[in-house]
């Protein structure tokens, strides 16, 4: 783990000798989002990108038009708006 990178948190804590250390975390991975609205986006994983590679393919997004990228309310949006485009 290398220590100055930004993915990495100081936490200062006490040992139970008494003496005072810094140990090193992982930061958590921020939950995806909605590229439109910035909502939180269920059926997402949240982890490394290597952990969420280890998943099979169906429990990495939601099965549908815009899995993964938009949530349901901007997806039907998008899909609306592109039928729209195609009638006229
Ligand atoms: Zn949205």
Redesign the pocket.
């Known amino acids: 783990m290398r220590k100055k990178s930004g993915n990495v948190k100081r936490i200062n804590r006490r040992t139970p000798g008494g003496r005072r250390t810094v140990i090193y975390k992982r930061k958590k991975h921020s939950p995806a989002r909605?590229a439109?609205?910035g909502?939180i986006l269920a059926g997402v994983p949240t982890g490394s990108p290597g952990e969420i590679r280890g998943l099979p393919k169906t429990k990495r997004r939601p099965n549908r038009r815009y899995g993964g990228y938009?949530?349901p309310?901007?997806m039907r949006l998008k899909v609306s708006e592109e039928i729209r485009g195609m009638l006229y």
């Open positions: 909605c439109i609205c909502a938009l949530c309310k901007c």
